[in-house]
């Protein structure tokens, strides 16, 4: 519990901030105390990551004052943040992929004026990382690790800045369930020494599980604040998602699903026989795997992460070589002839991390759709262009200025949701999703499903949804596939899948 006669470590107050054609911030106000974990939850788009910015220094407000300890500021810079203590940690992590682990916190440091050496850092990593429960090589190339690593190599500059106040936003979207849990330990660590933390999320029950109050953002604006004491998630979900909250959120299948369309030839969209790739760490991550995804039918392939899961969506994107085995789309040998030539087949791809795989953060929507769908071809007339981004920003509800925003503007979940549109409606013949509502609130996460769901039976498309969900694979998907090792060790349908086989394969 925290009193108000308590000094708060950080205040914002009166905060408005507007961008071309959006105000992200509309007269919020919020404090943060000494040894709490403070969650601030909100829709995609809602303008959680722009007041964490805000707070760290790298955006200036149109109005209102920041207070630190005390102080009262028109605004911050970054490097004034942080010698306040103040330490913003972005979902997409920001590191030098040729240096290690040890060399990118090593530059961090200097940057803001903390003198260290080598050894030391490597030596601080190496104790961060025990007390994390995570494992991580201070002498690796960051070029190397895999995305999840790299977040947490963020996660260990952070607490090796010394930092008063943690803003994390959205950085456990994308780490698997195992990795989260000794992360939220770490926490309450660090809460235990009185700092205070600011998580940034979407999902409901990662703000109740861990946080100690939670401030709910709508449209810009608090709408609420909650104490553990009050938690409840329907209270919680109402504020967020206001009259609209009744989600039953457990149920991802579409109420009144359309039937399959007619199916001419049952020959198998995507088949893949006997397929060896080798990982980036140089030992096999998918073991002669085979499986068949048929014209209008969803597959799920569910496995604890590392698995192979990450590998098997580039092999079948054509991101990852096939070192023996074969790749059919369609009947047609695909093996090895690249990414470009199998989306030309009709292949889209949600990646988890779409500026990791799929995006170019410094071009806008309407560039990054230029690219998906020029394929090499003629240049395609700027004004239908533009007018087909309009389309799927109003179609999908994406938080965008204008056609001409850059993506990297945009907040992750609305990243998403852009990609997700481009993909839906540009994949002709099949999808592949790869952890794809991680970064996505509960609303559009049910909404994307239904879309999906209403594709594979209407037009035939056929689907590969890779998920470390054991639940959401179930709801989604016409059959489920587990990995395990690199190796496909059971395949089901939904009606014969049993949750205990399926764990029970899964932790084998």
């Given amino acids: 519990m925290f009193f108000p006669s308590s000094q708060p470590v950080l205040r914002v107050v009166g905060i408005t901030k507007r961008f071309p054609g959006v105000l992200a911030l509309d007269d919020v106000s919020l404090e943060l105390y000494p040894g709490e974990i403070h969650s601030l939850l909100g829709e995609n788009g809602s303008g959680k990551s722009t007041l964490a910015k805000i707070m760290a220094g ?6 209102g004052s920041i207070e ?17 203590g103040i330490v913003y940690i972005p979902q997409s992590p920001s590191l030098v992929e040729r240096l290690t682990v040890a060399e990118n916190i090593l530059i961090a440091l ?15 990593v190496a104790r961060r990382a025990r007390e994390m429960g995570i494992g991580i090589d201070p002498e690796a190339e960051v070029g190397k690790l895999s995305y999840t690593q790299k977040q947490i190599v963020e996660l260990l500059k952070a607490s090796l800045l010394d930092a008063k106040v943690l803003l994390l936003d959205e950085v456990t979207t994308y780490l698997p369930r195992p990795l989260r849990e000794a992360f939220y330990g770490y926490l309450r660590l660090l809460r235990s020494e009185g700092r205070t933390i600011l998580l940034i999320t979407h999902k409901v029950f990662e703000a109740i599980e861990v946080a100690d109050r939670i401030t709910v953002m709508r449209s810009g604006r608090i709408v609420g604040t909650v104490e553990r004491s009050e938690f409840d998630a329907d209270l919680v979900r109402g504020l967020m998602f206001g009259s609209s909250a009744s989600l039953n959120h457990v149920d991802y299948l579409p109420e009144g699903e359309p039937p399959r369309g007619p199916t001419v030839e049952r020959r198998p969209v995507i088949l893949l026989d006997d397929v060896w790739a080798v990982g980036e760490t140089g030992g096999h991550a998918l073991r002669g795997v085979s499986v ?16 192979g899961q990450r590998e098997l969506a580039e092999v079948l994107v054509g991101l990852r070589p096939v070192e023996r085995g074969r790749y059919y789309l369609d009947g047609i040998d695909v093996t090895n002839k690249g990414a470009k030539a199998i989306r030309a087949s009709g292949v889209g791809f949600v990646p988890e991390a779409p500026l990791y795989y799929s995006l170019s953060g410094d071009l806008s929507l309407m560039e990054n759709l230029a690219l998906a769908e020029q394929g090499g071809g003629p240049v395609l007339s700027l004004r239908p262009l533009a007018a ?6 109003e179609k ?32 002709k013949k099949a999808l592949v999703a790869l952890n794809p509502t991680r970064s996505l609130d509960e609303r559009f996460a049910l909404s994307f499903v239904k879309a999906l769901r209403r594709s594979s039976r209407l037009s035939g498309l056929s689907v590969v949804y890779i998920s470390e969900s054991l639940d959401e694979v179930l709801r989604v998907s016409d059959r489920v596939a587990v990995i395990n090792s690199g190796r496909i060790v059971g395949v089901y349908s939904r009606e014969a899948a049993e949750r205990e086989t399926l764990e029970k394969l899964m932790v084998m």
Wanted: proline share 4%; hydrophobic share 40%.
């Fill in 58 to 63: 790298i955006y200036v407000p149109d109005r």
């Fill in 68 to 84: 630190v300890s005390g102080r009262s500021f028109r605004f911050l810079d970054p490097v004034k943040a942080v010698s306040y």
């Fill in 110 to 124: 200097r940057s803001y004026g903390i003198l260290s050496s080598m050894g030391r850092v490597k030596e601080a």
């Fill in 292 to 307: 068949e995804v048929n014209p209008g039918e969803i597959l799920g392939v569910v496995g604890i992460s590392g698995n």
């Fill in 388 to 393: 087909r981004v309009r389309e799927l920003i």
């Fill in 396 to 427: 999908y509800g994406i938080a965008a200025a204008s056609p001409r925003t850059q993506a990297k503007v945009l907040s992750g979940g609305n990243v998403m949701r852009f990609t997700i549109a481009r993909e839906l409606e540009s994949a």
